[in-house]
């Protein structure tokens, strides 16, 4: 396998498809998505990085120093470590690597903070052994730094650091834990240490069948197994993400946690179709099933029932309920040989009849497949949006209403989407599958809120209790 | 007529299918317990809301006839509507007493009890009085004193069926259509309980079919307020 470096430069600008980052999200072997000074960033093999403040527009301009690739970032106390490989990689022919480690107090490189600190030397290949010291990750558990690196050329490996200096463990000697992986990544999670990589064939843009893999282990040093009990050594992993849609490519997971128990992953992709096939960031949503980790997605565009997790219930216009015309009593009385024949479903022009022509409120009740319980999901481009996330309008299906927050804390529907803030939400896919859905703003400007069942029959905005089903919603097809 | 009836018909619908008089449906022998299962009178000696914040301590109108044959109908417009009525003088304003008789229809009674249950047994109130269970509007007062003006506060109600409930003569809450009565199932907006003294009003609508309520106020993390007292006498 050679990896080539020179497929992430070329920062110029292109034209963000709407389900993607947008700015110029340029980069190859990311770094796991670092909060410094309130903005995050990643770097990328060679020099430079990206810059966010919301984790949807990304732009260039972060420093790191020292070239090589696949660089991985950690905060530990007030130090962000950075460890990056020189050489190796197949590139030049040659698999001799070092893996460094420096650390700076801030990633902003307009901090008076902002300076790197030699460290040294942690890791090698020497050129000659089946081994290739690149695509450092870290991993942090219990006050012990572990450090996992390698490629396709000979097995992946973990060293300890040691979390005070980010120099090697004195004696530490290297454990093999993985082959057929590169671009590797550490997790841990109620007890199981999980060790990701990527598999298939990097850096041929459209053509990469880049695609990442994972096994888990009650120790970091392993054994890693896949879900099918095959060993990480012998070959194994169960996928977590590979390409989809306009997206080509994807590898260098990256864990990043986010307030309410959100949790997403970084990685890049080979190719994004929508961009001449360049190589760029990617975040999508993390879900954990039976123990696994799992690739996530946004919620599609369409039309849906959006359904509490509290109750069951569909949110909808507060309005009267209109009644199909039905006969019961003939119903319940005839026979089965009786013919049968289609009921309409009830229109929109039936439903809507004796909507109110203003704001309405909106509530939970019953879904029964009616107009003014069926929303309409669309990505708001141009908006902006929220770590992988563009900003979505809710309106219902065939109308302009749309749902909106009130300066009071409560949701209501507005009769026309203007594209204020408050009608913008941002949607995360939660770790179980169902989604958190946010205001980008409520009047007044508070950021904090969540749209929450705080009855059975009641959304309100509230602050999002991730161990509370309150807050948590599914997009069912009608 | 009802035993030819399938068996899992509830008797809502039964009433629905065979055009029963829900009046008559639902008319019934007072039981010789009367209401006692359900209430005890109310005590002169302060009530608080009970250890999950829910209020039992009420001033109950005997139910005023309204005929529905079904609960079908009970949207928001159709409720406010009846809710509103005026159905005898003082209702959004007199401070009832235990024992005070309104002029409706007919005369009705008001009754201050300390209910047995976190639900306020309306069916079982008319029913142990030998009064209409169904096809009624029953009417629920009481009072919340404050220790001190609480705000962000929301009023928690659950129905059977429909109802609208005011603190301090402003409407807080309404459940619309056919409900089964669900601890917190419809929340007010954010509201404030005064310092001291602050009225509550309800009235609860209902074709056929059992007929309760529960209600209690919510802090702003969404915790029961028990720090209330209630005297009605």
Same mark, same amino acid.
């Given at each position: ?45 060679? !020099? ?49 690597? !070092? ?58 490996? %973990? ?13 530490? *000697?290297?454990?093999?834990?993985? %082959? ?53 050594? @012998? ?6 993400? #590979? ?13 990043? *946690? ?7 992953? +970084? ?7 929508? @961009? ?7 975040? !999508? ?25 509290? #109750? ?37 022009? !039936? ?5 109110? *022509? ?14 003014? *319980? ?52 941002? %949607? ?51 | ?67 529905? @044959? ?109 409900? @089964? ?47 209330? +007292?209630?005297?009605?006498?």
């Amino acid at each position: 396998m050679i990896r080539s470096a020179a497929l992430l430069l070329a920062l110029a600008s292109a034209t963000p498809a709407a389900a993607q980052l947008a700015g110029e999200p340029f980069i190859h072997d990311p770094s796991t998505v670092t909060l410094s000074d309130g903005r995050w960033y990643t770097f990328g093999t060679r !020099q430079g990085g990206l810059v966010s403040d919301d984790g949807w527009t990304w732009h260039g301009g972060p420093v790191r120093p020292g070239g090589g690739v696949a660089p991985d970032v950690i905060k530990i106390g007030e130090r962000y470590y950075v460890a990056y490989a020189v050489g190796g990689g197949g590139m030049s022919g040659g698999h001799a690597s !070092q893996v460094k480690i420096m650390w700076t107090l801030s990633l902003d490189p307009k901090s008076p903070r902002f300076g790197y600190h030699d460290v040294g030397v942690v890791a090698s290949s020497d050129g000659v052994e089946t081994a290739d010291a690149i695509d450092p990750d870290f991993l942090l558990v219990d006050g012990r730094l572990w450090l996992t690196y390698g490629t396709y050329f000979g097995p992946i490996r %973990i060293v300890e650091l040691d979390p005070k200096t980010g120099l090697r463990v004195a004696g530490n *000697q290297p454990v093999d834990v993985a %082959i057929d992986m590169e671009a590797t990544a550490m997790m841990y999670r109620d007890g199981w240490y999980y060790l990701l990589g990527t598999h298939g064939t990097c850096c041929d843009g459209p053509n990469s069948t880049y695609h990442i893999r994972v096994g888990r282990a009650r120790s970091p040093l392993g054994p890693y197994l896949d879900h099918m009990g095959v060993p990480l050594l @012998r070959g194994g992993g169960k996928l977590v993400v #590979s390409a989809r849609g306009r997206s080509i490519g994807p590898g260098h997971f990256g864990r990043i *946690q986010l307030d309410g128990g959100v949790e997403k992953f +970084s990685m890049h992709y080979e190719a994004d179709m929508d @961009r001449s096939g360049r190589s760029v960031l990617g975040i !999508q949503p993390l879900l954990w099933r039976d123990g696994w980790p799992v690739a996530g997605e946004n919620v599609v565009p369409g039309t849906y029932e959006i359904a509490s997790e509290r #109750s069951g219930y569909a949110l909808g216009l507060a309005t009267d309920f209109v009644r199909i015309p039905f006969d019961a009593r003939a119903s319940f009385m005839a026979k089965p040989s009786d013919p049968v024949a289609p009921l309409p479903d009830q229109s929109l022009a !039936q439903d809507s009849a004796g909507w109110p *022509q203003g704001r309405v409120r909106v509530d939970l009740a019953d879904y029964m497949v009616r107009p003014h *319980q069926l929303w309409t999901v669309t990505p708001v481009a141009g908006a902006g949006g929220w770590f992988g996330a563009p900003y979505y309008k809710l309106t219902i299906a065939g109308t302009t209403r749309a749902l909106a927050a009130t300066a009071a804390g409560e949701v209501e529907a507005v009769p026309v989407f203007t594209g204020a803030a408050e009608q913008l939400w941002q %949607i995360d896919q939660l770790t179980d599958g169902s989604y958190r859905i946010k205001p980008k703003t409520v009047p007044g400007g508070r950021r904090d809120l969540a749209l929450v069942a705080i009855g059975a029959s009641t959304p309100s905005l509230a602050a999002f209790d991730p161990a509370s089903p309150a807050g948590r919603w599914t997009f069912r097809r009608p | 007529m009802r035993a030819s009836l399938p068996h899992w018909l509830t008797t809502a619908t039964a009433a629905l299918l065979i055009g029963a008089t829900p009046a008559s449906a639902g008319q019934q022998a007072a039981p010789a317990a009367g209401i006692a299962p359900y209430f005890t009178p109310a005590a002169a000696a302060p009530a608080t809301p009970d250890g999950d914040g829910f209020l039992r301590r009420w001033l109950l109108l005997e139910p005023i006839t309204k005929p529905n @044959r079904s609960n079908a109908g009970f949207t928001a417009s159709y409720v406010r509507t009846a809710l509103t009525t005026d159905y005898f003088p003082g209702q959004f304003t007199a401070t009832p007493h235990d024992g005070d008789t309104v002029r409706a229809a007919e005369p009705l009674r008001w009754h201050a009890l300390d209910s047995n249950s976190f639900d306020i047994k309306l069916f079982n109130l008319a029913q142990g009085l030998g009064k209409p269970t169904y096809g009624v509007i029953f009417w629920a007062y009481t009072v919340v004193d404050s220790p001190r003006e609480m705000r962000d506060v929301r009023m928690a109600v659950g129905s059977n069926a429909a109802s609208i409930w005011w603190l301090n003569g402003k409407e807080a809450v309404g459940l619309f259509n056919d409900r @089964r009565m669900v601890m917190d199932d419809v929340l007010s907006d954010r509201l404030t309980l005064r310092k001291g003294r602050n009225v509550i009003r309800g009235a609860v609508i209902n074709g056929p079919g059992l007929s309760d309520f529960c209600l209690r106020f919510l802090d702003a993390d969404g915790k029961p307020i028990t720090a209330l +007292s209630t005297v009605l006498r």
